[in-house]
T-cell receptor, first 111, second 115 residues
Framework: DAKTTQPPSMDCAEGRAANLPCNHS???????VYWYRQIHSQGPQYIIH???NNETNEMASLIITEDRKSSTLILPHATLRDTAVYYC????????????FGTGTSLTVIP | DTGVSQDPRHKITKRGQNVTFRCDPI?????LYWYRQTLGQGPEFLTY????????KSRLLSDRFSAERPKGSFSTLEIQRTEQGDSAMYLC?????????????FGPGTRLLVL
């Protein structure tokens, strides 16, 4: 159901860019890619989303490949507060319109 | 703060008791979702409403689970005859649909422990 594949864990040095990959090879033409993160014991926090163009906001950048089968979330200057589980989600436009979260990538930012 | 709120934040109950959780969405958001999250897993979709209509409930875990959104604003999730396996975080999210785009905003969750 998840429709996305992410590495289970990654480390990143504080101040460096964190690049989190996601594979979504079965994505359909009008399905958006969303990224959320969840800091321990809190609700998921929206980061960014996109369809086919690269997107940037105050939190992150989203790079989507031309074939849309994969994407990368970039945190340009990781801080300790960015330590969290990051979820890449393809919103399924079928029954329920729900998000399938999968198990995400646990990012640890190292001082 | 005008974010999604949930009450209570924590609930401890004994097996067999009924529990009810409340979610207040962001005002003007017409969609409301309930998810369950167990340790080490991502949130798992349970059900959702558009205004007061419950449009999808096949993912509710059993007939012990029910949800309402009587006036299209706040929602409640009830679990009857709780079991230890119901221990989890219960998350609520709200959204507004813009064509195929829909950003869900999550509340802080209600953590349930069934003894």
């Amino acid at each position: 159901d998840a429709k996305t594949t992410q590495p289970p864990s990654m480390d990143c040095a504080e101040g460096r860019a964190a690049n989190l990959p996601c594979n979504h090879s079965t994505i359909s033409g009008n399905e958006y890619v969303y990224w959320y993160r969840q800091i321990h014991s809190q609700g998921p926090q929206y980061i960014i989303h996109g369809l086919k163009n690269n997107e940037t906001n105050e939190m992150a950048s989203l790079i989507i490949t031309e074939d849309r089968k994969s994407s990368t979330l970039i945190l340009p200057h990781a801080t300790l507060r960015d330590t969290a589980v990051y979820y890449c989600i393809v919103r399924y436009l079928g029954t329920g319109n729900q998000f399938y979260f999968g198990t995400g990538t646990s990012l640890t930012v190292i001082p | 703060d005008t974010g999604v709120s949930q009450d209570p934040r924590h609930k401890i109950t004994k097996r067999g008791q009924n529990v009810t959780f409340r979610c207040d969405p962001i005002s003007e958001h017409n969609r409301l979702y309930w998810y369950r999250q167990t340790l080490g897993q991502g949130p798992e979709f349970l059900t959702y409403f558009q205004n007061e209509a419950q449009l999808e409930k096949s993912r509710l875990l059993s007939d012990r689970f029910s949800a309402e959104r009587p006036k299209g604003s706040f929602s409640t999730l009830e679990i009857q005859r709780t079991e230890q396996g119901d221990s989890a975080m219960y998350l609520c999210a709200s959204s507004v649909l813009w064509g195929p785009q829909e950003t869900q905003y999550f509340g802080p969750g209600t953590r349930l422990l069934v003894l």
